[in-house]
């Protein structure tokens, strides 16, 4: 699977977007991008995940690059509560297991 | 519907004992994962079942660690003897879909 590189930290007013950038420039055909976030010591929380276009759901939406190099995670209207470490993951279409990187943590202040 | 659940949530037990962590999958998912995060490092597979069978073990890291999954539902990671280096947190996940679930995660503490 390939690698990926996230900033180690990210600030986000609350009420704002906050826009996580993942670089996965080895990424291959096949493989798919998915975002996890760690809430202080929680489990995982699946967040989102796609091949090549652009997704959305109830959580966030997630922007990739035309030659899937890289995404954009965008929570639309952060909250405290979002406050966490992000995770970029990518992984081929399979039941494979997930390697967890060092994230991006998200800090969201008043 | 019920997520991922794990029990016990937190364990304290001396070197050289024996634990024993269960994960109840979300019903109906065939697959189960264990990953753990010990301190100050990212979170590392262990090992997935497909159902009652071991799909992919190679993170376990050494002979002290027993997963089982009998039946194809609940799983049980037991370690025997521990060792201060397997303190950490313990998640257990399940899909049945591309996507794997997480339960809260089970914090051992070796003294």
């Known amino acids: 699977d390939a690698k990926t590189t996230q900033p180690t930290s990210m600030d986000c007013a609350e009420g704002r977007a906050a826009n996580l950038p993942c670089n996965h420039s080895?990424?291959?055909?096949?493989?798919?991008v998915y975002w996890y976030r760690q809430i202080h010591s929680q489990g995982p929380q699946y967040i989102i995940h796609?091949?090549?276009n652009n997704e959305t759901n109830e959580m966030a939406s997630l922007i990739i690059t035309e030659d899937r190099k890289s995404s954009t995670l965008i929570l639309p209207h952060a909250t405290l509560r979002d406050t966490a470490v992000y995770y970029c993951?990518?992984?081929?279409?399979?039941?494979?297991?997930?390697?967890f990187g060092s994230g991006t943590k998200l800090n969201v202040k008043p | 519907e019920a997520g991922v659940t794990q029990f016990p949530s937190h364990s304290v037990i001396e070197k050289g004992q024996t634990v024993t962590l269960r994960c109840d999958p979300i019903?109906?998912?065939?697959?189960l994962y264990w990953y753990r995060r010990v301190m100050g490092k990212e979170i590392k597979f262990l090992l997935h079942?497909?159902?009652?069978?071991?799909?992919?073990e190679s993170g376990m890291p050494n002979n002290r660690f027993l997963a089982e999954r009998t039946g194809g539902t609940y799983s049980t990671l037991k370690v025997q003897p521990a060792e201060l280096e397997d303190s950490g947190v313990y998640f257990c996940?399940?899909?049945?879909?591309?996507?794997?679930?997480f339960g809260p995660g089970t914090r051992l503490t070796v003294t």
């Open positions: 993951i990518v992984r081929k279409h399979n039941f494979n297991k997930f390697y």
């Open positions: 019903s109906g998912h065939d697959n």
């Open positions: 796609g091949l090549k």
């Open positions: 996940a399940s899909s049945q879909e591309m996507e794997q679930y």
């Open positions: 079942f497909v159902k009652e069978s071991k799909q992919d």
């Open positions: 080895t990424i291959s055909g096949n493989e798919y």
